[in-house]
């Protein structure tokens, strides 16, 4: 009897959880050493743990100036936990530097404070300058070809 009131208690109790808007904006500029890095690919995700993927909030492309600037929505009874991730070809050279068909793959987190509890951005996350010619630590390779990397492109 015990056991069966808790267990209703608790449907209860969650059924007046209510999932919440929010949103979350980034903004910056990436560099090629002294270039700006024209036409990369950044994404803005929402970390998830296992065995859940990651989710795409949006694609954008760098402008000629290397300039981007993302932001999306999701509603969840959570704190959002979002990260932007660069795509890109500087200083990606292959085997006898050969081109390499590859991206490297860059990831920031992105600290909650800049989460909004509402539809729109409240407060864009400037990122500044980054120049990604130099390895990054944690960096990664992205290869269309790689069934388990190219989930959620």
């Known amino acids: 009897m015990f056991v069966l009131l808790a267990v209703s208690s608790l449907l209860l109790s969650s059924s007046f959880v209510s999932a919440?808007?929010?949103?979350?904006?980034?903004?910056?500029?990436?560099?090629?050493?002294?270039?700006?890095?024209?036409?990369?690919?950044?994404?803005?995700?929402?970390?998830?743990?296992?065995?859940?993927?990651?989710?795409?909030?949006?694609?954008?492309?760098?402008d000629a100036q290397g300039r981007f600037q993302v932001s999306g929505t999701d509603s969840s009874i959570f704190t959002l936990d979002p990260a932007v991730r660069f795509y890109h070809r500087c200083n990606n050279k292959g085997i006898f530097n050969i081109p390499n068909l590859c991206q490297r793959e860059s990831t920031y987190k992105i600290p909650s404070s800049y989460i909004a509890k509402s539809g729109n951005v409240q407060k864009w996350y400037e990122m500044g300058t980054i120049n990604v010619e130099a390895k990054q630590r944690g960096e990664q390779t992205h290869c269309v070809s790689n069934p388990i990397r190219a989930i959620g492109k």
């Open 20 to 62: 919440a808007i929010q949103s979350i904006g980034v903004r910056g500029q990436l560099m090629c050493g002294n270039q700006p890095l024209a036409n990369a690919d950044v994404k803005l995700w929402l970390l998830h743990t296992f065995p859940r993927p990651d989710t795409n909030l949006q694609t954008v492309k760098t």
